[in-house]
């Protein structure tokens, strides 16, 4: 008997049906992996389970006994638990609060916050967490805040654990951790809906790789029985040509220049130039100072000695808005707190950022808004009923398009990308890729934070190393290799100076 078996799942949101009679079965004691392109309905299926949403048709068995999944709270009390796409904690409350939600350990209405504290340590210790249980969730880096919501669906000891993009903002030495777990709880018979974009993970940790394309199920494999290629083809459709397609752009003058940049505690000597028609990738470890680079070359903080030159002058911006008037962008990595208004439309979010372009004597010109902005919503093949839906009702993959689209409608001279593909499909990744390409042969030029050593590799003219908050190293195309890479990455650990 399986542990899950949904049947004939059908699912509509405001008269647009999303999943077309999806069957699903999860064994006890393995690892299903579920694909598909941004907007298949990954998390709509597994929401199902969660009791989030309600099917319009189908039926859920657990052990074979028919079930009616009413609400999370039911789907609990039948051993399913969830980590999110979308991390929502309570920011204002602690990590052990968030955890225990709705079970503190106490009598009498009475929460025993020593045992609160004990059993948060206790959990995260076995995920080798060092979090402390009282700090605020507000506090934790994004990563760590992942990690807690992870450590909080395994806390309640499920036998159905679905996990949705889990590892969207972790570290590989993380990701490690967390595959040992599932190795763990699988062989306890736990069985695990995964859900993710990336390729190597599926490999390496799923049993069984279910795809979904458009709402309706393609295929379930044995993991033995796939590859990579099949794969693809399978969520995409259709052969994809390149997963990174790079045009040849005339590399054209220097464009930016930093010379011998510092910020205290932040990074420390970084000198490198960009030129036109250049993708220029800065990789390295969390913690190597890559943000916080470009936050100075964005005018969010302010270096403390050191020059940056934009087409041969000096700037100093003291804010965003300087570095945006000046032809900047910043697309960010955190596409809730800094990307997108959520309630707000995909036109409305889109044309935020250039809504001066369309302004006629003090008035929106919606005609060309709406115009320009389907223009984006197609190059980017954004998913979605008309431009007007509300962004939060987009799918993960299709929001972070949105941001993208939104920093590109002005048509700036140099954008920073902060890891522009997480959680985006391979079939769109390449399409952000080709537009990056589209951009710089313009004579404009990329700046890209990544931790994806294939797309760093696969799109970058050159790639900036930073180890420990200084330069490392720096890789012209000729000399990409993954060793070469991570050998920089790690050179502040193996004794040697920055270059
Ligand atoms: N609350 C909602 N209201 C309206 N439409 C929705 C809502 N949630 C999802 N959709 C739509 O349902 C479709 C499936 O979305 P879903 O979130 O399941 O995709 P997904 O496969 O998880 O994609 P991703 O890889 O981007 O996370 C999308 O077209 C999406 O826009
Ligand atoms: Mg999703």
Redesign the pocket.
């Known amino acids: 008997m399986s542990l899950v078996e949904m049947s004939g799942i059908s699912?509509s949101?405001?008269g647009?049906e999303?999943?077309h009679e999806v069957n699903f079965t999860l064994e006890a004691g393995t690892v299903h992996a579920l694909m598909?392109?941004?907007?298949?309905?990954?998390?709509?299926?597994v929401?199902v389970l969660a009791g989030i949403?309600k099917a319009d048709r189908g039926t859920v068995k657990i052990e074979g006994k028919e079930v009616d999944i009413g609400s999370p709270a039911q789907a609990a009390e039948l051993g399913v638990a969830m980590v999110h796409?979308e991390l929502s904690p309570i920011y204002e409350m602690t990590v052990a609060e968030n955890i225990f939600l709705g079970r503190e350990p106490g009598a009498g209405g009475f929460v025993d916050a020593a045992q609160l504290t004990r059993q948060t340590k206790e959990l995260l210790d076995t995920l080798s967490l060092q979090i402390n249980p009282k700090e605020k969730m507000k506090n934790l880096r994004v990563a760590d805040q992942q990690m807690v919501e992870i450590a909080k669906a395994i806390s309640r000891d499920a036998r159905i654990l679905i996990m949705?993009?889990p590892t969207s903002a972790i570290t590989d030495r993380e990701i490690d951790r967390l595959f040992a777990i599932i190795e763990d709880l699988k062989a306890r018979g736990t069985g695990i809906i995964y859900?993710s974009?990336k390729m190597d993970e599926i490999f390496r940790i799923a049993d069984k790789i279910s795809v979904?394309r458009d709402?309706n199920e393609v295929g379930t494999w044995d993991k033995g029985d796939v590859n990579i290629d099949m794969l693809i083809k399978s969520m995409v459709g259709r052969e994809l040509e390149m997963q990174y397609p790079k045009i040849s752009v005339p590399i054209g003058e220097v464009v930016l220049e930093v010379e011998n940049l510092s910020l205290a505690g932040q990074y420390e000597d970084i000198s490198f130039q960009l030129r036109r028609g250049e993708i220029l990738a800065f990789v390295g470890l969390v913690g190597s100072g890559r943000t916080e680079l470009m936050h100075s070359l964005f005018g969010v903080t302010h270096p403390d000695s050191g020059r940056i030159l934009y087409e041969g002058r000096e700037i100093h911006f003291k804010k965003p808005k300087d570095a945006i008037d000046s032809g900047f962008a910043y697309v960010t990595e955190d596409r809730k707190k800094e990307g997108l208004v959520m309630p707000m439309n995909i036109q409305h979010n889109v044309s935020l950022s250039a809504l001066f372009n369309y302004v006629k004597g003090g008035l929106i010109d919606a005609k060309h808004e709406s115009g320009t902005v389907q223009g984006q919503v197609d190059a980017l093949s954004i998913?979605?009923?008309s431009s007007r839906?509300?962004v939060?009702?987009?799918?993960?993959?299709?929001?972070?398009k949105v941001v993208v689209a939104k920093w590109m409608l002005n048509e700036p001279k140099i954008i920073i990308f902060d890891e522009p593909t997480r959680?985006?499909?391979v079939g769109a990744k390449a399409e952000i890729y080709k537009i990056m390409g589209d951009y710089v042969s313009r004579g404009n030029a990329v700046i890209m934070i990544t931790s994806e050593m294939p797309e760093a590799m696969g799109v970058a003219d050159r790639i900036v190393v930073l180890s420990d908050r200084k330069k490392s190293g720096e890789l012209k195309r000729d000399e990409f290799s993954q060793e070469a890479i991570v050998k920089l990455e790690f050179l502040h650990m193996m004794g040697g100076g920055a270059k």
């Open positions: 699912k949101y405001f647009v999303v999943l598909g392109e941004n907007g298949a309905g990954k998390s709509t299926l929401k949403h796409q949705d993009e859900i974009h979904l709402g998913k979605c009923t839906q509300l939060k009702s987009l799918s993960g993959g299709n929001q972070q959680g985006i499909d």
